[in-house]
């Protein structure tokens, strides 16, 4: 217990006093959040500000790399993963003071215009040589841990699936050895035929599909899908604005929000009734 409780003690204090002096200073509070969640989380923060006049800076990039950066020293007030094993993870190290689950996605096949993709095909798609199939970065960002999973699940439907799937994936988003000028965005990638195919969370598929005219899209059916938790945290050391920005999430305003952005809720999330006369 002295052993575990030491660990931690030094960064603990010294972020304390680092919070502190930010507060103090008035400078905004951070929030480290996976790239999937941008749209919704930064519509989010930005009606939480209205409310409450507290202002939330966000930092986008892949979950595991965020992980890394909280366990090797850095101090965010909270963090939002796309997938709850992240921040279970840190809870359980003592990084995190809680652990929630605030959303889920689900994975979908986006095609590049011109490719007949259809509910009965999704599969044979993804395995026909010609076309090339782009994820993101297993290890690194959870969507490429799930587009893994779901090769896993390709084998139980047809022998040698997972092998040709593992070879065949192009490992083109979410990797921070990337350099920045590199790098691109799953419609950029669509758009200027780098991949013919991309599997992804369906929170992206409205979005790619509206950014590039041609694209379409199949959410995976049972027997292929995996769906993602999304998880919540509020670091040891946060103060209570970290505490309210998750319950403002946890809310119906927040769920309809990520509703609104391609996100399934935790709750069930009803359009508001009309005032009676």
Known sequence: MVQRFGRYLFPLVLTL???????????????????????????????????????????????????????????????????????????????????????????????????????????????????????STPKVDPAGDYAWQVFHKAEAIQSGAYDQLNVKAMQLVGNPATRPEAKRTIAQLLRDQQVDLFLTYCSYADKTAAEVPGVTWQKLDDDLNVESSYGIGALSFADDRADRLINFMLSMEGQKILAKHGFQTIKPVFAERKAKP
């Open 17 to 135: 006093m680092q919070g502190s002096g930010a507060h103090a200073a008035g400078l905004s509070p951070v929030v480290y959040a996976a790239g999937s969640l941008r749209s919704g989380l930064d519509e989010i923060v930005a009606r939480f500000a209205r409310q409450t006049g507290t202002k939330f800076e966000v930092s986008y990039q892949p979950s595991g790399k965020l992980r890394k950066d909280i366990e090797s020293g850095a101090r965010p007030q909270a963090f939002a993963s796309a997938s709850i094993e992240h921040t279970d993870a840190l809870f359980r190290e003592g990084y995190l003071r809680n652990s929630v689950t605030f959303a889920r996605n689900n994975m979908c096949l986006l095609a590049a215009p011109g490719i007949d993709l259809n509910p009965t095909n999704v599969l044979a798609k993804m395995l026909d040589p010609m076309l090339r199939l782009g994820t």
